[in-house]
């Protein structure tokens, strides 16, 4: 990667072929895209043997800590529980939470501070279906065997639902029973073709900011031509406020002439800048690690907001 890097200076094109199973890459059009290597990267890496055994260690010490709290609610673990723990360096404690940030069935969610380094975490229910693993290999085993069987008893249950959609599925496409929920939620086209692929690999909040990624995208796209001359689109808050306005709108959602036509251009930017300022900046500046229903939820919103705004569009074409 280092010497394709040097001579193409692409790493989004990298990380797309890599494919987002082992690595995930943000989009080309935001600022602060990044490229996350995923936990099952650690496999195929090179001299990861050191990570591999402290990842392997924390699975069980995290299963055990959800153990001693059942009951209690949510136990929130801080990085300095773990790093005494398991008798690791600081800098081995940041590595080895960063490999668990996105894993499947461990961790719901995390906070981080100004610099952003992770400042405590809560596990995940899921958790208690990995006990008695004791290593990186046995955990991914575990995890495809688990999904292997939730897939095969909903099929017994049902037969998957008819896709809504109109486009065909993607060839190669695993199917899992969250994707079931995308054939009923019958997302906007450009939302689904960004998304799907990245849901049906558990990845649910960066589907989920990837699919404000497009809507954003759009939305700047189609105010770019209606700025003063030398005026630059602004971002996210911003951009939703200036693009929807109620008293001076660059992108009209009706005419205007009724007090509904009023609230709905009101209400739509109040949502849509709530959109970026919650949905998207929550996902930005914190590691979040989004249950199936509660990712479904927000494409769901997302969606909906990308449907609007092109009705409007074509209105005006």
Not at 12 to 35: H, K, R, Y
Not at 150 to 178: D, F
Not at 179 to 207: C, N, P, S
Not at 216 to 239: C, I, N
């Amino acid at each position: 990667m280092r010497l394709a890097i040097r001579h193409e200076g692409d790493l989004f094109e990298l990380g797309q072929e890599i494919g987002p199973e082992l690595m995930v890459t943000g989009s080309t059009d935001s600022p602060n895209a990044t490229c996350q290597l995923r936990i099952r990267a650690l496999r195929v890496l090179e001299h990861a043997e050191r990570d591999i055994e402290k990842v392997g260690a924390a699975i069980p010490y995290l299963v055990s800590r959800y153990l001693e709290g059942a009951g209690e609610g949510e136990p929130r673990i801080s990085p300095a529980e773990v790093q005494q723990a398991l008798e690791l360096s600081e800098l081995e404690t940041r590595r080895v939470l960063s490999w668990l940030a996105y894993a499947p069935r461990l961790l719901r969610g995390f906070g981080s501070g100004p610099d952003g380094q992770i400042t405590d975490f809560t596990l995940s229910d899921d958790i208690l279906r990995l006990e008695g693993v004791t290593t990186l290999q046995e955990y991914l085993e575990r995890t495809d065997r688990l999904d292997e069987d939730w897939r095969r008893k909903v099929a017994e249950v049902s037969p998957p639902p008819r896709a809504l959609s109109s486009r065909p599925p993607r060839l190669g496409l695993r199917q899992s029973s969250s994707t079931l929920g995308l054939d009923l939620l019958e997302l906007h086209e450009d939302i689904r073709q960004h998304v799907e692929k990245l849901f049906a690999d558990e990845h649910y909040a960066d589907a989920v900011r990837r699919a404000l990624t497009v809507f954003e995208v759009r939305v700047r796209e189609m105010v770019a031509s209606r700025l003063r001359s030398g005026e630059g689109a602004p971002y996210g808050v911003d951009l939703m406020g200036k693009a929807f306005s109620a008293k001076e709108p660059l992108i009209r959602l009706n005419d205007g002439a009724t007090p509904t036509q009023r609230d709905e251009q009101r209400g739509f930017q109040f949502l849509a800048q709530g959109a970026m300022a919650w949905l998207r900046n929550c996902l930005t500046h914190e590691l979040t690690n989004l249950q199936p229903s509660e990712a479904l939820e927000r494409l769901g919103f997302v969606s909906m907001l990308m449907k609007r705004l092109e009705a409007a569009a074509n209105k005006e074409q």
